[in-house]
């Protein structure tokens, strides 16, 4: 394992998925994190994560680009396509698989949610509710009748194994300090029968191939960060520090989102908003 020192350029990153047109909470995190980077002279990359193939257009990854642009923001280099990259996380999962790391669970989101509602207790992590467990108990035997009938599985992560790998860890929020890792978040997905990775691995091998210094994203994701953090322990990767914002919410207080049909830089400039405008709108001078 890496551990980057703090005298390294900074570099930071913005990595939006191409499922929709980028909303005022997109502007924020993007112009929060190239001021990072462009205020210490360093360097801001932009990367794709384009992994979802039934939500991911070309039109809206063309849009993000040209709002971007639109809003004074410039990258350095080529944005990094998690398409094009799936044999970085292809030789990811093998290395964890040859730790014995990793289990194929079949359960379905239903099936999941029915088994929480009868535990004593529901715990919830930021993706969800927390995963029981059930198909890591599955003995050999019915694990191999149910690979051997194609049935679908995802790939999980056995936290009991990676905490007796890794040991302690801790990572740096600028804001928050120093924390230590918490595995607690259940048996996340790394990946599934369609696509061979997820948003915790791709994410993380991404910003080690990148070479980023600083991640920068929203308090939404900070518990995420627990388990990146893990992973790059797993995978002898580079450890960034982080910084996590706030994030913009509506007029009823709620979080920005694409399904919540968010305003859009598009009809921002449509409405004959300019950039400066915009930037102020989401705190920036």
């Known amino acids: 394992m890496t551990q980057l020192p703090t005298a390294l350029q900074v570099v930071t990153r913005f990595a939006p998925s191409p499922t929709g047109y980028m909303h005022l909470g997109h502007a924020y995190a993007a112009i929060f994190a190239w001021r990072a ?17 039934d939500r991911c257009r070309p039109e809206f990854e063309a ?3 040209e709002d971007l ?46 088994e929480i509602s009868n535990a004593d207790v529901a715990p919830h992590s930021t993706d969800g509710p927390i995963y029981p467990g059930t198909c890591r108990a599955l003995a050999p ?17 056995n936290m009991r194994k990676a905490h007796a790998v890794t040991g302690p ?30 948003y915790h691995l791709a994410v993380t091998l991404d910003d080690h191939r990148q070479r ?8 939404d994701l900070f518990n995420a960060s627990h388990v990146h953090r893990l992973l790059q322990g797993l995978l002898g990767l580079n450890t960034p520090e982080w910084e996590h914002h706030k994030l913009i919410i509506d007029e009823e ?4 989102s694409k399904r919540g049909r968010a305003l859009t830089i598009q009809a921002l400039r449509r409405a004959g908003e300019s950039p400066a405008s915009v930037r102020a709108m989401v705190g920036f001078d």
């Not at 980077?37 to 193939?53: K, Q, S, T």
């Not at 035997?141 to 992560?157: D, G, H, V």
């Not at 740096?172 to 997905?189: C, F, H, L, M, S």
């Open 37 to 53: 980077a462009r205020e210490r002279n360093g360097r801001f990359l932009l990367r794709i994560e384009d992994i979802d193939r």
């Open 253 to 256: 207080g709620g979080r920005l």
């Open 169 to 198: 860890l801790t990572w740096k929020d600028r804001e928050q300090g120093i924390q230590n890792v918490d595995y607690n978040a259940g048996d996340i997905v790394l990946a599934r029968k369609d696509i061979p990775t997820s």
């Open 69 to 114: 642009d639109w809003l004074g923001l410039d990258w350095d280099g080529q944005p990094r396509r998690q398409s094009d990259n799936m044999a970085d996380y292809k030789r990811a999962l093998d290395k964890l698989f040859s730790l014995d790391l990793l289990y194929p669970c079949f359960c379905t989101r239903k099936e999941i949610l029915a």
């Open 141 to 157: 035997k019915e694990r191999t009748i149910r690979l051997e009938r194609a049935i679908p599985y995802a790939l999980r992560l």
């Open 63 to 65: 849009a993000i680009l």
């Open 212 to 219: 980023i210094t600083l991640v920068t994203r929203g308090m």
